[in-house]
């Protein structure tokens, strides 16, 4: 398994969150450092954390690479980040939002990038989801990145008889690379620069989130899925 450089430098800095289990899902630091590996992040640009729970992924992206990032998410108390972000010394960089996915507060063409982390697919499989209101936010010329809990190839004979007792409703929503390629790529706004599997994707997962789900997984369905894609 690959080793995430960029987590480990700011190990000692992050270890109070590792600690306190401030992870919702997969291990988010290692996600986002695998995401931001396929994109160009550099000092000033605005930057959407879409789903940043408790904002850890938006602290890495201030520190790591000098954006302001506003940190958005429907759950977290957004004071309550807001003091994480004074703690980690990113105040200035990072800016708590509490909103929902369909009703967000910015203006059209404002951000340089958009990015999230384990949280996209619960809004995001609408098929209108993109074109009317998630990629109106982002400049001509912008970013997108998501990484997902996913497939690696779609059910085509319905969810195996094995993992039918560990799959929440709400799991629905996980699909292959492939198939979130063709959801974006065919709205003609942007290009998809990237949409793969995650090697050890599958690993990664089952060492955080879901173990009894991967465990019935005996066709090696799961895994993480990751894409870019820049505005037209």
Known sequence: MRKFERCEKYYSEYKTFFEEN????????????ILCEKMDLKPGMRVLDM??????????????FGVTVFANDLWIDPTDNYKRFVQMGVEDKVFPIRAEA??????????????????????GTDEIYLPI?????????????IVSPGLSREFDNG???????????????????KWW??????????????ANSIPDGKALWNLTADFDLHAADFEN?????SMTAIKK
């Open 102 to 123: 369909h009703a967000l507060p910015y203006a059209n063409d404002f951000f340089d990038a958009a990015i999230s982390i384990d949280a996209y697919h619960y809004f």
């Open 159 to 177: 969810l195996p008889e094995a993992m039918k007792s560990h799959w929440d409703p709400d799991m629905y929503c996980f699909h292959s690379a």
């Open 133 to 145: 209101y998630y990629s109106k936010l982002v400049k001509q010329g912008g970013q997108f990145g």
């Open 51 to 64: 789903g940043c729970g408790m904002g850890l992924t938006s602290i890495f992206l201030a520190k790591e």
């Open 22 to 33: 401030k992870m919702l899902g997969p291990n988010a630091m290692w996600l986002i450092e």
């Open 181 to 194: 390629h063709n959801l974006w790529q065919k709205t003609g706004i942007v290009d998809v620069t990237h």
């Open 221 to 225: 369905y799961l895994t993480l899925i």
